[in-house]
C-alpha cells in the first residue's frame, strides 16, 4: 500500500517530529489521460516551512491530515497517455510519498542532459533555477560585480557560487563551519566567511569586501541582510530569495543598516521562482553548456527511506545538509 507524509499538527516555531504523520494512502484506478508514478527522490526545502503555517501565501498551506507536495523525481510504472511511456523518468510536485497518481500534464520527462535524475530536484531544477534566474535576472548581475552570497553551501547558494564564478563575477560567500567553508572554497569563491566563527559577522563581510558589493543573494535574512547592507556599493542589487533565519522564530532581526537603502539607492527586489518556469529552455540551455564545460560541481546530502522525511526536512534547518538535501526511496 502506498504511504505519505501529511501535517498532523502546526508547528509553533521549530517542528518537531510529532508535527508529521505517515499515513496509508487510498488505491487509485488510473483513469485516461493520467500516470502513475514510483517515487525514486523526494526533495526537502526550506519555503516547506512556510507551507506549515495557515496564512495566506504565494503557495496554499499544507492541509492537515492531508499528503504534503514538494518536488519528486520517480519512474512511470502505469500509463494512460500517450504522452508518458512505462520507465520514463519525471520531475512532479507529488513528493512527500512513495508513489503518485498525476495528470501526465503535472509531470516533466526529464530532458537528457547526461546527469543522474535526483540532480533535476537541486542543481537542474527548482534550486537551480532560483540561483540562475535570481542572480542574472532579478539581481542583474554581470561580469566584474561583487556578490555576496548567503548559505554558499546550500543548494541554491553553492549554484549561485558557480555561476557568478562562471559569469566573470567576485564572489564572497557565507557559511557554517570549517568544512563547508573549504568546499565553498573549491567551488571557485574568492572569500568564503563562517558565520559560526567567534566575532562580528557585519565586520568579517565589510572585511572581505574592500571595495564593497554590487550584489547580494540572500537566503538567510537576520544579520546576513544587515552585514550585505553595510558593505553595499551605491546602487546595489539585493535578490532576496528566502529568509531561513526567521522562518521559525517569526521575529525579524533588526536592521541597523538599512537607512543605507536610500542613501546608497540599494534595490532591494524578493522573487519567486515560478515567476521564470515559462523560460525554463533557456535554464537549460545554459547550464548544459557550463556541466559540459566543467564550471558546474554539485553535491547532495542523501537520507534513505521515506521514513526519514521529516529527518532530513528539520535537517535544513541546523545546517544538516551540504548541498542539496535528497531521501532516496
Not at 263 to 270: C, D, N, T, Y
Not at 297 to 321: D, I, K, Q
Request: proline share 5%; hydrophobic share 45%; net charge negative.
Amino acid at each position: 500500500m502506498a504511504r505519505a507524509w501529511s501535517l498532523k499538527s502546526r508547528p509553533m516555531g521549530m517542528p518537531t517530529p510529532e508535527n508529521f504523520a505517515l499515513v496509508d494512502l487510498p488505491a487509485v484506478s488510473l483513469e485516461p489521460g493520467m500516470v502513475r508514478i514510483a517515487n525514486r527522490w523526494l526533495s526537502v526545502d526550506p519555503y516547506m516551512r512556510g507551507r506549515m503555517n495557515d496564512v495566506k501565501s504565494y503557495t496554499p498551506p499544507f492541509v492537515l491530515g492531508e499528503p504534503m507536495q514538494g518536488g519528486a523525481v520517480g519512474e512511470v510504472v502505469e500509463s494512460m497517455t500517450e504522452g508518458l511511456a512505462v520507465g520514463d523518468l519525471v520531475l512532479h510536485m507529488a513528493g512527500w510519498r512513495d508513489e503518485a497518481v498525476l495528470p501526465a500534464g503535472q509531470c516533466q520527462k526529464l530532458p537528457d542532459l547526461g546527469v543522474p535524475p535526483q540532480a533535476f530536484l537541486g542543481q537542474l531544477g527548482m534550486p537551480g533555477m532560483t540561483a540562475y534566474f535570481g542572480l542574472l535576472e532579478v539581481a542583474g548581475a554581470k561580469a566584474g560585480d561583487t556578490v555576496l552570497v548567503s548559505a554558499a553551501a546550500g543548494a541554491v547558494g553553492s549554484t549561485v557560487v558557480q555561476i557568478a564564478k562562471a559569469s566573470g563575477m567576485t564572489v564572497i560567500g557565507t557559511a557554517g563551519g570549517a568544512d563547508k567553508c573549504a568546499w565553498v572554497r573549491s567551488l571557485g569563491a574568492d572569500e568564503v566567511i563562517d558565520y559560526k566563527a567567534e566575532g562580528s559577522l557585519i565586520k568579517k563581510v565589510v572585511a572581505a569586501s574592500p571595495s564593497g558589493i554590487d550584489v547580494y543573494f540572500d537566503n538567510v535574512g537576520g544579520e546576513h541582510l544587515d552585514a550585505a547592507l553595510a558593505a553595499a556599493n551605491e546602487r546595489a542589487r539585493f535578490a532576496i530569495c528566502g529568509m531561513i533565519d526567521m522562518y521559525n522564530s517569526g521575529a525579524p532581526t533588526e536592521l541597523r543598516f538599512a537607512a543605507r537603502i536610500i542613501g546608497a539607492r540599494i534595490r532591494i527586489q524578493g522573487f519567486i521562482v515560478s515567476d521564470f518556469m515559462d523560460r525554463a529552455a533557456e535554464f537549460y540551455g545554459a547550464m548544459a553548456g557550463w556541466l559540459q564545460s566543467g564550471q558546474l560541481r554539485r553535491e547532495e546530502t542523501v537520507h534513505e527511506g521515506l521514513a526519514a522525511m521529516p529527518e532530513a526536512f528539520l535537517g535544513l534547518f541546523s545546517g544538516g545538509n551540504k548541498g542539496k538535501m535528497l531521501v532516496k526511496v
